[in-house]
């Protein structure tokens, strides 16, 4: 029978789109629970500085690395996406449908595809995608985002079902309304919309910490594999 072995501390734990919001707090919260951390982002490599400052200057920070460079992680959080919202189909242009395929789906792919090796000769690996409720639900934007985070849920239960004798797990996280992102800044942006928090029944936007809290439980927990945590503060 397999050792269970659910340790992350002193995993090296890959992010992408860590320059804020999601990305940044799962940083936070795998790095409090001792793992070390590549981290990637877009444009702006400021905020990235500042995090890794930050997490260096913290209790039990020195021992441990941040990198901004490719190697070949433990754990996998493909966290960085793209959701232009547009009204429906006709507003798609055949650019914008590929651009956002190409970021939240094309990209976990390559990812994965490059991290697998590695976890299979470890015999040990996490690898979580950071999807949306349009996944399942179709969302509120146009197609081309339900479409693209669909694939992604379809690939993570494929991958799963796959790799698990190799000791990885593959799960998603599928949030809905999470405030101080850049697609949600705070609840003035969504005033008057369909996702008016007073159409959530916890009467609230999520927090980046609460999507960290899932994704460090599915790293913590190898027994769960394959599957799709609604983090979406009771909409359906």
Same mark, same amino acid.
């Given at each position: 029978?397999?050792?269970?072995?659910?340790?992350?501390?002193?995993?090296?734990?890959?992010? &992408?789109?860590?320059?804020?919001?999601? #990305?940044?707090?799962?940083?936070?919260?795998?790095?409090?629970?001792?793992?070390?951390?590549?981290?990637?982002?877009?444009?702006?490599?400021?905020?990235?500085?500042?995090?890794?400052? %930050?997490?260096? !200057?913290? @209790?039990?920070?020195?021992?441990?690395?941040?990198?901004?460079?490719?190697?070949?992680?433990?754990?996998?959080?493909?966290?960085?996406?793209? #959701?232009?919202?547009?009204? !429906?189909?006709?507003?798609?242009?055949? @650019?914008?449908?590929?651009?956002?395929?190409? =970021?939240?789906?094309?990209?976990?792919?390559?990812?994965?595809?490059?991290?697998?090796?590695?976890? %299979?000769? *470890?015999?040990?690996? *996490?690898?979580?995608?950071?999807?949306?409720?349009?996944?399942?639900? #179709?969302?509120?934007?146009?197609?081309?985002?339900?479409?693209?985070?669909?694939?992604?849920?379809?690939?993570?239960?494929?991958?799963?079902?796959?790799?698990?004798?190799? !000791?990885?797990?593959?799960?998603?996280?599928?949030?809905?309304?999470?405030? %101080?992102?850049?697609?949600?800044?705070?609840?003035?942006? =969504?005033? !008057?919309t369909p996702g008016d928090v +007073?159409?959530?029944?916890?009467?609230?936007?999520?927090?980046?910490?609460?999507?960290?809290?899932?994704?460090?439980?599915?790293? +913590?927990?190898?027994?769960? &594999?394959?599957?799709?945590?609604?983090?979406s503060g009771g909409l359906k």
């Open positions: 029978m397999p050792q269970v072995d659910n340790e992350i501390k002193g995993r090296l734990a890959l992010i &992408t789109g860590a320059s804020g919001g999601i #990305g940044a707090g799962c940083a936070r919260d795998l790095w409090a629970h001792g793992a070390s951390l590549a981290l990637t982002y877009f444009r702006n490599h400021q905020p990235v500085d500042d995090l890794a400052a %930050e997490l260096l !200057g913290s @209790e039990g920070g020195g021992g441990r690395k941040i990198t901004v460079h490719r190697s070949g992680p433990d754990i996998l959080v493909s966290n960085a996406g793209y #959701g232009k919202r547009l009204p !429906g189909i006709l507003d798609v242009s055949l @650019e914008e449908f590929d651009y956002t395929l190409s =970021v939240n789906l094309r990209a976990s792919f390559l990812l994965t595809k490059l991290s697998i090796p590695h976890m %299979e000769a *470890r015999g040990w690996g *996490r690898v979580v995608f950071v999807s949306s409720i349009a996944a399942q639900g #179709g969302g509120i934007n146009a197609c081309h985002y339900a479409a693209s985070k669909a694939g992604l849920t379809g690939m993570m239960r494929n991958l799963a079902a796959k790799h698990a004798r190799s !000791g990885i797990t593959v799960n998603d996280v599928a949030p809905a309304m999470i405030g %101080e992102t850049g697609m949600i800044p705070d609840e003035k942006s =969504v005033e !008057g +007073r159409n959530i029944p916890v009467g609230r936007l999520g927090t980046p910490q609460e999507c960290a809290n899932v994704v460090t439980m599915l790293c +913590r927990t190898g027994y769960l &594999t394959g599957q799709s945590i609604l983090l």
